[in-house]
Nanobody
Framework: QVQLVESGGGLVQAGGSLRLSCAAS????????MGWFRQAPGKEREFVAA????????YKTDSVKGRFTISRDNAKNMVYLQMNSLKLEDTAVYYC?????????????????WGQGTQVTVSS
């Protein structure tokens, strides 16, 4: 079992930056692919980024490429999402998720564990 707790959300102006953190419990953190998803009001939860178990490979949805960076620190049981050049359309609740699969997946229902989410609001 993995428990995930996100932090770092907040209110930021367009063009600004935020760094989200996700703390994971348990001694098997490096057995999980880690992902970030987001959900805006009235919309489905969507994939943002994922990182492989050893942190060697990352995957991102097209809309955040060049702006967001996902990383993990297995020694600290942490995963991060650095978000730069934020846009109004990045406003959403951001969720950290863990997946026991062998390769990163982009469908939310494939992930096994979820955090409670952290709100990111980008203002003009």
């Amino acid at each position: 079992q993995v428990q995930l707790v996100e932090s770092g959300g907040g209110l930021v102006q367009a063009g600004g930056s935020l760094r989200l953190s996700c703390a994971a419990s348990g001694r098997t953190f490096n057995n999980y692919i880690m992902g970030w998803f987001r959900q805006a009001p009235g919309k489905e939860r969507e994939f943002v980024a994922a990182v492989t178990k050893n942190g060697g490979t990352t995957y991102k949805t097209d809309s955040v490429k060049g702006r967001f960076t996902i990383s993990r620190d297995n020694a600290k049981n942490m995963v991060y999402l650095q978000m730069n050049s934020l846009k109004l359309e990045d406003t959403a609740v951001y969720y950290c998720a863990a997946d026991r699969a062998f390769i990163p997946r982009t469908i939310a229902t494939d992930y096994d564990y979820w955090g409670q989410g952290t709100q990111v609001t980008v203002s003009s």
